[in-house]
């Protein structure tokens, strides 16, 4: 008897096909409050191999820490411009680049402040479920509060803190790293 994979058992590598135009690398529009920042890095196989088709789900609070709520408009009094999502591709040396606003950090349902933060999810192919994690800011002070954070061993946080690339440009760069020693963090959500 032979073991097959059947469909419902693999994914991909066709998220180019049905995600690409999906995709949209601008999470804030140019009337967006708060500080612009750009964010690129690499998704890296265990190997240090780039992987050309994952694509990544952002999802983020505005620069007062607040998530703009499903169905609400991008010009109101919250959103101000900012839709809160956004979806990019790797290309085929495994790169991706989005640019939006520094999220401020929010409160969670029980008061407790989060450091800003956003919320990643990324899909592959291989991956019966998405990899879920976060990247934080480097030199932000709430950091050394923030609940999620603080559940992460010390010697494994950086790799859930983005570098800075470009100060003057706020550009920061962040790589997914999905096996080995420098493996990124993920969460089971």
């Given at each position: 008897?032979?073991?097959?994979?059947?469909?419902?058992?693999t994914?991909?590598?066709?998220?180019?096909?049905?995600?690409?135009?999906?995709?949209?690398?601008?999470?804030?529009a140019?009337?967006?409050?708060?500080?612009?920042?750009?964010?690129?890095?690499?998704?890296?196989?265990?190997?240090?191999?780039p992987?050309?088709d994952?694509?990544?789900?952002?999802?983020?609070a505005d620069?007062?820490?607040?998530?703009?709520r499903?169905?609400e408009?991008?010009?109101?009094?919250?959103?101000?411009?900012l839709?809160?999502?956004?979806?990019?591709a790797t290309?085929?040396?495994?790169?991706?680049?989005?640019?939006?606003?520094?999220?401020?950090?929010?409160?969670?349902?029980?008061?407790?402040e989060?450091?800003?933060h956003?919320?990643?999810?990324i899909?592959?192919?291989g991956?019966l479920?998405?990899?879920?994690?976060?990247?934080?800011f480097p030199?932000?002070?709430?950091?050394?509060n923030?609940?999620?954070?603080?559940?992460?061993?010390?010697?494994?946080?950086?790799?859930?803190?983005a570098?800075?690339a470009?100060?003057?440009a706020?550009?920061?760069?962040?790589?997914?790293?999905?096996?080995g020693?420098?493996?990124?963090?993920?969460?089971?959500w």
């Amino acid at each position: 008897m032979s073991l097959v994979p059947t469909s419902s058992q693999t994914v991909g590598p066709f998220f180019s096909i049905a995600l690409g135009r999906l995709c949209n690398e601008n999470i804030a529009a140019g009337t967006a409050a708060g500080e612009c920042m750009a964010i690129a890095g690499r998704v890296l196989d265990g190997d240090g191999m780039p992987v050309p088709d994952a694509v990544l789900e952002i999802w983020q609070a505005d620069a007062r820490g607040i998530y703009p709520r499903n169905g609400e408009k991008e010009d109101s009094s919250t959103a101000k411009g900012l839709c809160g999502f956004g979806r990019v591709a790797t290309n085929e040396h495994g790169e991706f680049r989005f640019v939006s606003v520094k999220p401020g950090s929010g409160s969670d349902t029980e008061g407790r402040e989060h450091a800003p933060h956003l919320l990643v999810s990324i899909f592959m192919r291989g991956l019966l479920t998405r990899l879920m994690t976060r990247i934080y800011f480097p030199d932000e002070p709430r950091n050394a509060n923030d609940l999620v954070l603080g559940l992460v061993p010390e010697e494994r946080r950086d790799t859930l803190i983005a570098k800075v690339a470009d100060r003057a440009a706020g550009s920061f760069q962040w790589n997914v790293i999905l096996q080995g020693t420098d493996e990124t963090v993920f969460f089971e959500w």
